[in-house]
């Protein structure tokens, strides 16, 4: 079913190629009438990353290195932006306007540490950070810009959409026609739903935060994807630029302009 569903957004080939270069729970492969709420988030996942690796030629080029060694990619996380502290139009503030789509495909937030985490595949379904920006805790002229770039935002769901969503939520699945419906409607909320700022509106923001200027061009779309290695794996020196360690977990990130692409490795941390 995820081939399917991903090719309804991407064509059939560029679905194949990309489902055939990631790691995925057999259980998603499966043919049916109906597509589960772990198919369609991780059919959502497929699309956003294919956004991901159209943006951060960096991403692209290892993913295209790590396909042609006949190897697979396993999707990690995902990371987005969202706004508080100030109206945001027609949206919720925060994580709420992520959050209306996430549970309804099964996320649910974990309490220790905010992370979104699939209920039925938490160890294959990439996994959300939401990250939550507060524009009132800067400068007066700050926040009054963050106000009128985002006070533009329109909803991006139509009605059907919600419709097929309080359906999922309920059933845990849809019939395909809907699923096919729904995914095109939740790849089109993962962007900017607001007014492209004026220039004077992106320098008072760039002036103060980095994060905000993010948020006035890109919006919700990914500012970031993780993909898990295997501790003793190498990679191209080119795709580092950056190295620091969390815990048990080193991770190594590139940054390119308007986004990021990490390789997270799993196991002990290297030392130093």
Request: net charge negative; with cysteine.
């Amino acid at each position: 079913m995820l081939p399917a569903l991903v090719a309804t957004q991407l064509g059939r080939a560029r679905a194949d190629a990309l489902v055939d270069g990631l790691i995925v729970h057999p259980t998603l492969l499966q043919p049916g009438d109906d597509a589960s709420r772990a198919v369609i988030a991780h059919a959502l996942a497929v699309v956003l990353f294919d956004d991901l690796l159209g943006r951060v030629p960096t991403a692209a080029a290892y993913a295209k290195a790590r396909r042609a060694d006949g190897e697979r990619l396993h999707l990690d996380h995902a990371a987005v932006r969202t706004v508080v502290g100030v109206t945001c139009g027609e949206l919720a503030q925060g994580q709420a306007g992520v959050a209306r789509i996430l549970r309804p495909l099964g996320y649910a937030a974990d309490e220790t540490d905010g992370t979104w985490r699939h209920l039925d595949l938490p160890d294959d379904i990439p996994h959300y950070l939401v990250g939550e920006f507060h524009a009132d805790r800067l400068s007066e002229p700050f926040t009054a810009a963050a106000g009128r770039v985002v006070g533009s935002s329109r909803d991006p769901l139509t009605g059907l959409a919600q419709v097929h969503l309080d359906r999922l939520a309920a059933d845990g699945h849809l019939p395909r026609n809907a699923a096919e419906s729904l995914l095109g409607e939740l790849v089109a909320a993962f962007a900017r739903h607001h007014a492209p700022p004026t220039l004077a509106d992106y320098e008072i923001l760039l002036a103060e935060s980095d994060e905000m200027a993010w948020i006035a061009t890109e919006g919700t779309t990914w500012h970031h994807a993780a993909v898990r290695a295997d501790v003793d794996e190498t990679h191209p020196p080119a795709l580092v630029e950056r190295s620091f360690k969390v815990g048990e977990r080193a991770t190594e990130t590139r940054m390119v302009p308007g986004s990021s692409f990490e390789l997270v490795r799993r196991g002990p941390a290297s030392a130093g």
